[in-house]
């Protein structure tokens, strides 16, 4: 959680300094979709439970480019 808020107050920084600097500056929003199926959940030996299960992954990515700076986060 600590580096999710130094991201963001990084991120925040970097857009108001953009027009000062007179660079290009750009967010590329981005998901990812996964999928896994699983046959004994709970793994026990007895009981079995099989379950399919999604994960969605978010992201985020800024960049900035200009004069004698190229930065990514």
Known sequence: ?????HAAGFISALAL??????GEGNFHPGIGLSGE?????RETDTNRQTDFITHIKPSLRASYEGGRV???V
């Open 70 to 72: 190229l930065a990514n």
């Open 1 to 5: 959680m600590k580096c999710l808020l």
């Open 37 to 41: 199926y699983n046959d004994n959940v």
């Open 17 to 22: 300094a953009l027009p000062a600097w007179g």
